[in-house]
């Protein structure tokens, strides 16, 4: 078997990362059975044809590692259909078959979090010179 093909686990204490197997001639229903598995679980995924990324909550790791799965994946298809051909195909498609295919989906507790919503989600915590509490010493 092909090293490209074989499934991988990546953990760290809070999210863990899979690698899939995935046909680039039809990448949407690898995502479509990784959604199956995880749409009624609790908790935060990102899935993309080839990989799958998961965490109790959506922590900062979690979007750190979601974001990851999301280029290595954009990067894949690159290299398969050249990058104007795979933008000028994400923009035939609607907008869930886009994300099926190219730019994945993110699910928290069961609900799909559209990409450009993706930022909302994220925590932010300031620079410690914003801090007040930590400035007034």
Request: with cysteine.
């Amino acid at each position: 078997m092909n090293s490209e093909n074989t499934p991988r686990d990546t953990r760290s204490a809070r999210v863990a990362t899979r690698r899939h197997p995935v046909d680039l001639g039809d990448p949407a229903p690898s995502t479509g059975e990784a959604l199956q598995r995880v749409s009624e679980r609790p908790g935060a995924f990102y899935i993309n044809p080839r990989y799958e990324v998961s965490a109790a909550e959506p922590t900062p790791e979690f979007f750190q590692a979601a974001r990851r799965a999301q280029r290595q994946w954009c990067r894949t298809m690159n290299q398969f259909l050249g990058s104007s051909n795979r933008r000028r195909h994400a923009k035939s498609l609607d907008p869930i078959e886009r994300m099926l295919t190219h730019t994945g989906l993110l699910l928290v507790d069961g609900v799909v979090i559209c990409p450009k919503a993706w930022e909302s989600l994220t925590p932010w915590t300031p620079p410690s010179s914003l801090n007040p509490e930590k400035g007034a010493n």
